[in-house]
């Protein structure tokens, strides 16, 4: 697995058939700009300085659980 394309908010993107579709590099790449738009959740992991939300106290947050 490669752990450059585990997204922010925990899903494996390199199972994503948008990745290859759309020639998106995976979230941590692209940061908060992924091929369909800027990604609430991953704007906010940064914003924050978490490499990803399970290293977040907030851990569900409404972000979060919205996107899923």
Known sequence: MDTQ???RCGAYCGECEWKAKMN???CQAAGSLV???VCQVASCSIEKDFQHCGTC???PC???QGFF
């Open 5 to 7: 394309l585990i997204g």
């Open 24 to 26: 998106c590099p995976g």
């Open 35 to 37: 091929f369909w738009g």
């Open 57 to 59: 106290p907030e851990v």
């Open 62 to 64: 409404e972000t979060l």
